[in-house]
């Protein structure tokens, strides 16, 4: 069992629809990153979310962190090819030095 | 910069065979660590370092060594390799410990038969 949950595990929509990816668990975190994976590289960080209900947004994806700091959500909003890829949400506690992952998120967007 | 830097890219081992996986980055990031990714379950931690002469262990260090003597150098030792330590690995470094932005390197592929 993971300590964070990632739904769905796989995503696939049309060029110009809307998702959205969750990441729950049942521990609070004093921040939660989100990544981006392209196949055959590392993931790279898109946002990090330190204040329960913090939302950030980056151009067409919104970033939302829950109020008690147990829950994110990534929606991205018009979705283009370019978005496709896999997406991993991680979480920091406020002791420690260790960064927890979820299970990911792929998502397929087709032209 | 080169950022962080992974060799080899891929691996192919036999079953009890040693080998190190080699990780360097010229960011002066004191924090290093190493994980592990399979399909479906994101990535696992196997060791970090939060500064030279300093690792500790992640979630899953079981069949793995590390050793910090430079700020740069982070290798990965597999004792004995085994079949289930096939993966993909990465290695990734911060300037702000854990729970900073973590900057990984590309990756190695390595299979265990």
């Known amino acids: 069992t993971q300590l964070l949950e990632q739904s769905p595990q796989f995503l696939s929509i049309q060029e110009g629809e809307n998702l959205t990816v969750y990441c729950n668990s049942s521990?609070?975190?004093?921040?939660l990153q989100w990544y981006r994976q392209e196949p055959g590289e590392g993931p790279v960080l898109l946002v990090t979310?330190?204040?329960?209900?913090e939302v950030k947004k980056l151009k067409r994806l919104t970033f939302q962190f829950g109020d008690a700091r147990k829950d994110s959500s990534l929606h991205i909003t018009a979705a283009q090819p370019g978005d496709t890829g896999l997406y991993l949400c991680?979480?920091?506690?406020?002791?420690?030095?260790?960064?927890?992952f979820g299970g990911g998120t792929r998502v397929l967007v087709k032209p | 910069n080169a950022g962080v830097t992974q060799t080899p890219k891929f691996q192919v081992l036999k079953t009890g065979q040693s080998m190190t996986l080699q990780c360097a980055q010229d960011?002066?990031?004191?924090?290093m660590s190493w994980y592990r990714q399979d399909p479906g379950m994101g990535l696992r931690l196997i060791h970090y370092?939060?500064?030279?002469?300093?690792?500790d262990q992640g979630e899953v260090p079981n069949g793995y060594n590390v050793s910090r003597s430079t700020t740069e150098d982070f290798p990965l030792r597999l004792l004995s390799a085994a079949p289930s330590q096939t993966s993909v690995y990465f290695c990734?470094?911060?300037?702000?410990?854990?729970?900073?932005?973590?900057?990984f390197g590309p990756g190695t592929r390595l299979t265990v038969t």
């Open positions: 521990s609070v975190f004093s921040s």
């Open positions: 990734a470094s911060s300037y702000a410990g854990g729970r900073g932005e973590q900057y």
């Open positions: 991680a979480g920091a506690r406020a002791a420690g030095n260790k960064l927890t």
């Open positions: 979310v330190v204040t329960g209900g």
């Open positions: 370092s939060v500064g030279a002469g300093i690792t």
């Open positions: 960011m002066n990031h004191e924090y």
